[in-house]
């Protein structure tokens, strides 16, 4: 169901269907990317590090959160992504993770009679209820 500017409430809270973060989404993103850190790609240096094994790029794991929102099925009234505050990456996201995304409704800002602005308190985790990334994030959404 595709939601509209006044279709949102004030705390209303949705979840994500769930991924699994594979070898080859991290293989992927750093070729698109250019992030070929080792902390990424080298199970040998990342057994050394603070993690004890290789971790999935932040950046991908915020742009896999941007992709569980939109198969939620609510984005033909969006007009565009509105911006990110506060992103913080709070524990890692190995291979094998599997994340989902809440999101609630912080904030409700009309722009004029056509636009709103919807803010979100949005939160990443993982299989554990671990929050992996957690972020403020704004969408320009039609008005009824």
Avoid: C, W
Wanted: proline share 3%; aromatic share 10%; net charge neutral.
């Amino acid at each position: 169901m595709s939601k509209y500017f006044e279709d949102y409430s004030l705390n209303e809270t949705s979840v994500t269907g769930t991924r699994t973060i594979t070898e080859s989404d991290i293989v992927n993103f750093a070729g698109l990317s250019g992030d070929f850190h080792e902390l990424h790609m080298s199970e040998e240096f990342a057994r050394r590090g603070p993690f004890g094994r290789r971790i999935a790029h932040g950046a991908l794991i915020f742009s896999i959160s941007t992709g569980l929102t939109i198969q939620m099925g609510e984005s033909d009234k969006i007009i565009a992504f509105y911006g990110v505050d506060k992103l913080r990456f709070t524990h890692p996201t190995f291979i094998s993770d599997t994340i989902r995304v809440t999101k609630r409704v912080i904030e409700l800002i009309p722009k004029d009679d056509k636009r709103g602005v919807v803010a979100f308190e949005t939160t990443v985790l993982n299989q554990h209820d671990q929050p992996v990334i957690v972020y403020q994030d704004r969408v320009l959404v039609m008005r009824k």
